[in-house]
């Protein structure tokens, strides 16, 4: 799978951001990419602490840019730009003291077309990540929400590959907001190669069951089949009627979906969450993400508790996924 990404960015060279440059596991995950030459790397921080890191961890980063917020000639126009972008929410002494923390500056090195994507989290919260993107990268347009999916694989050469959304950004998504995860997670799940079959999952399957959760599952299936036509989208349906051909075909006779999903919405955080865990500790898959979805440009979110070849994955999908 990655090497199939990395064809991709080998033919359109991007350059990503990683916002904690003194981290062991980001200078790890930075040489390697610098070897590989496919992606430029840009890393954010004290440049005589990010060196004497590289050179403690033996780590060959000599093809990074390195750029401390404290000595950036452009700051200026950059509290400039960011006073803008905040629309009278932030002065600009403000801004400027926002813009010396590397999650702020280095978003703002991507708003500024110094960066295509970023990558960050490995010391900070996910808020701390996401907030900066939504002050100042902002959704797509046609987007009002940002979201995010989880690619998960599994097997030898992870040939078996599944997406599932939201599992991480939006506690109690509304039927329109399920409209935009369904279509951000299936353009994500297409990026990995999957041919998305997408299960609208819920307690309850057809209408088996009755509540305002499965109501709001079943219309916002209905939304989506209308903005994808050509993308089978089928639901309310339980997980089994989802992966199950037996139990699905049952339940479900004639769906294109039951039994063969591949693209799964949950209707809450709560499920998305458990239930992507659930796959990777008890299915035996890798989980890939959270996958930010909506945004004007690709920020991606790292576990604090991530290691290197994580970080270097993540760097990989991050950059591929435009």
Same mark, same amino acid.
Request: net charge negative.
């Given at each position: ?41 840009? *890393? +954010?921080?004290? &440049? ?5 890191? $590289?050179?403690?961890? #033996?780590? =060959?980063?000599?093809? @990074? ?112 907001? *399920? +409209?935009?995860? &369904? ?5 994500? $799940?297409?990026?990995? #190669?999957? =041919?998305?079959?997408? @299960? ?123």
């Amino acid at each position: 799978m990655f090497e199939k990404l990395i064809e991709l960015l080998k033919a359109n060279r991007r350059t990503i951001v990683f916002t904690e440059g003194e981290d062991e596991r980001i200078l790890d995950a930075a040489a390697k990419l610098l070897k590989g030459g496919f992606l430029g790397v840009v *890393l +954010v921080g004290s &440049a005589e602490g990010i060196r004497a890191a $590289a050179d403690k961890g #033996g780590y =060959d980063i000599a093809g @990074a840019r390195i750029i401390d917020p404290a000595a950036y000639p452009g700051m200026d126009a950059m509290v400039d730009k960011m006073v803008e972008l905040r629309k009278g929410k932030m002065t600009a002494e403000e801004c400027r003291n926002a813009l010396q923390k590397s999650n702020y500056f280095g978003t703002m090195l991507v708003k500024m077309g110094e960066a295509d994507c970023l990558l960050g989290g490995a010391t900070y919260s996910t808020a701390d990540t996401v907030r900066p993107a939504l002050q100042l990268i902002k959704t797509k347009p046609g987007n009002s929400i940002v979201s995010s999916c989880f690619i998960l694989t599994r097997g030898k050469d992870e040939e078996e590959r599944i997406a599932m959304g939201d599992c991480a950004i939006n506690i109690h998504p509304t039927e329109e907001n *399920l +409209v935009e995860i &369904a279509v951000e997670t299936t353009k994500c $799940a297409k990026t990995f #190669g999957i =041919d998305p079959k997408v @299960a609208f999952l819920s307690f309850s399957t057809k209408g088996s069951a009755k509540d305002d959760t499965v109501t709001m599952m079943q219309n916002a299936m209905l939304k989506t089949r209308e903005a994808m036509p050509d993308v089978p989208v089928d639901g309310e349906m339980q997980f089994d009627a989802a992966v199950s051909p037996e139990v699905g075909q049952r339940k479900f006779p004639g769906s294109q979906v039951a039994g063969y999903a591949n693209t799964f919405i949950f209707p809450d955080v709560n499920a998305g969450n458990i239930g992507y865990k659930i796959a990777a500790r008890l299915g035996g898959f890798n989980a890939y993400g959270p996958i930010l979805l909506g945004l004007n440009a690709p920020i991606n979110d790292l576990s604090r508790g991530c290691n290197a070849e994580e970080v270097y994955k993540m760097a990989i999908i991050t950059a591929a996924v435009i």
